[in-house]
């Protein structure tokens, strides 16, 4: 395990308990079959072991077929206190009962929901974590502020629409969740809170250093990263492109994503946004 940031290859029983709240936010970073970062809000996500990982699945999507062909995926989950967690874990195997899946399908989200319930659990052996930590609002505040003052000093040059108006507007907005995920030179994916980047234009989004900017100083240029954006309404929005490195602008130094893919996961039907998918006619029932 190379990440600096993760020192510890155990959950205290402290983090086991708060870990376990129903309400946090949980992203899961895995490994599409083209070796791309791919990132999930998997909010069932928790320590059930000061080694174990457990998640429960009610829906279906991309990560859970990742998962089958590389176990290896990267994790933060954060409280509603702001507190996080960061880390690394392989997939082990899945189940469809036991006390982890009765845990979930008694908790009140699911217990009383009439549409679905939890039908999978899937467990994770921990690598490493990094410990609890604060979300540094302090520095995000204004790395956000920084961030908007780089992108009006800095040229529009979009060929591509890959952000329409509904996902460019989602990401200019600085009260919304913005997490980067990419795959480190250990082969595990690797999550960074960056909710200081905003859209530069339809193809590009522009953030400052100024929270996380060690961690982000990590990422080598031209590397694939995606960007996933998510509101507390329970909207979001994935994006996928190429980190064009660091550069100063107006003194201030920034990073670039150029933008190639948009990605849909919210229920009822998860679907690529960009490139555009084309519609079938049914012509079979």
């Known amino acids: ?16 308990k708060d870990l376990s709240a129903t309400m946090k936010v949980g992203v899961l970073g895995t490994v599409t079959p083209e070796g791309l970062p791919h990132l999930t809000l998997i ?18 999507g991309m990560s859970k077929q990742h ?28 189940a469809k009962d036991g006390p982890d899946y009765a845990f979930y399908n008694n908790t009140p989200l699911f ?34 502020i920084k961030t908007m003052v780089a992108k009006t000093f800095t040229a529009k040059h979009e060929k591509a629409k890959v952000l329409n108006d509904w996902s460019k507007a ?12 990419y795959v480190g030179a250990d082969g595990y994916p690797v999550v960074i809170p960056l909710i200081q980047a905003q859209s530069l234009d339809r193809e590009h989004l522009i953030f400052s250093f100024g929270a996380y900017g060690d961690a982000l100083a ?44 948009a990605y849909n996961p919210m229920p009822p039907a998860p679907l690529r946004i960009y490139p555009e998918t084309p519609v079938e006619t049914v012509v079979e029932f």
Not at 1 to 16: G, K, R, T, V, W
Not at 43 to 60: D, I, K, R
Not at 67 to 93: Q, S
Not at 251 to 259: A, N, R, S
Request: net charge neutral.
């Open 1 to 16: 395990m190379s990440n600096p940031d993760y020192a510890l290859d155990q959950f205290s029983e402290q983090d086991i």
């Open 67 to 94: 998962i089958k062909h590389n176990p290896k995926t990267g994790f933060m989950v954060m409280g509603l206190d702001k507190n996080l967690w960061r880390g690394c874990a392989d997939f082990t195997h899945s």
């Open 111 to 144: 217990r009383y929901n009439a549409y679905f319930g939890v039908h999978t659990v899937h467990y994770m052996k921990l690598v490493a974590q990094s410990g609890k930590s604060a979300l540094p609002m302090n520095k995000i505040i204004p790395a956000a």
């Open 170 to 181: 989602f990401y200019d907005k600085i009260d919304n969740l913005k997490f980067l995920g």
């Open 218 to 261: 990590q990422i080598p240029a031209y590397t694939s990263v995606a960007v996933f954006g998510m509101a507390l309404s329970m909207e979001d929005v994935l994006v996928r492109g190429t980190y064009q490195g660091s550069k100063r602008i107006a003194g201030l130094k920034c990073g670039i994503i150029q933008l190639d893919y």
């Open 43 to 60: 909010t069932t996500l928790m320590a059930c072991s000061p080694t174990e990982m457990v998640w429960g699945q009610f829906m279906e």
